[in-house]
């Protein structure tokens, strides 16, 4: 079946940087655009990152422009989110999610936790 | 890139319906027929309900229904469930050919009582 599984999250420094994996599996990924999401403790749900099919565009929420970075390999089914100078506020569960225009398939989320 | 606007709560018995709205602006909702509901139950990842303003992915209850008019989208639950007792977001495709982006509603807390 379709799947999507996160890794890569923990606690971090302010100023550090994490990379986030998401392993799929189920389905063709190369076929499909990606996102990421994520949502803050006790907080709604916030759109970060998309990527297409092919890796060749790529686009950011303004809160992680310039810091976070969304990439794939298709080779390994294997979407990423780099993250550089972390702050307090990208404390928060980060889904993938699969197709470029619905998000239908999302992954259990990976925690992030950017603390002192 | 503001969030769409969904009222924090709603709350209906069991067997009745309920509508929960989402409203943006004429630069998303009002532009675009890529309107998505999702459900999260607590500690859950979000589920897809409904997407493209009123499509049901195979698996949904046809209980789940969406529609749109204008800068608002709605979802309506009708034969309320004890299992639908969760939080729902909206989600809108906002962007341009040269800036894609999406952006979500902050959330609806639905309450079967």
């Known amino acids: 079946q379709v799947q999507l599984v996160e890794s890569g999250g923990g606690v971090v420094q302010p100023g550090r940087s994490l990379r986030l994996s998401c392993a799929a599996s189920g389905f063709t990924f190369s076929s499909y655009g990606m996102h990421w999401v994520r949502q803050a403790p006790g907080k709604g749900l916030e759109w970060v990152a998309v990527?297409?099919?092919?890796?060749?565009?790529?686009y950011y929420a303004d809160s992680v422009k310039g810091r976070f970075t969304i990439s794939r390999d298709n080779s390994k089914n294997t979407l990423y989110l780099q993250m550089n100078s972390l702050r307090a506020e990208d404390t928060a569960v980060y889904y993938c999610a699969k197709d470029w225009a619905i998000m239908d398939v999302w992954g259990k989320g990976t925690t992030v936790t950017v603390s002192s | 890139q503001s969030a769409l606007t969904q009222p924090a709560s709603v709350s209906g018995s069991p067997g009745q319906s309920i509508t929960i709205s989402c409203t943006g602006t004429?630069?998303?909702?009002?532009?675009?027929?890529?309107v998505s509901w999702y459900q999260q139950h607590p500690g859950k990842a979000p589920k897809l309900m409904i997407y493209?303003?009123?499509k049901r992915p195979s698996g949904v209850s046809n209980r789940f229904s969406g529609s749109k008019s204008g800068n608002t989208a709605s979802l309506t639950i009708s034969g309320l469930q004890a299992e639908d007792e969760a939080d729902y977001y909206c989600?809108?495709?906002?962007?341009?050919?040269?800036?894609?982006?999406?952006?979500f509603g902050g959330g609806t807390k639905l309450t079967v009582l």
């Open positions: 989600c809108s495709y906002a962007g341009s050919s040269t800036f894609p982006h999406w952006v």
């Open positions: 990527i297409s099919y092919d890796g060749s565009n790529k």
């Open positions: 004429s630069s998303d909702v009002g532009s675009y027929n890529l």
């Open positions: 493209e303003v009123s």
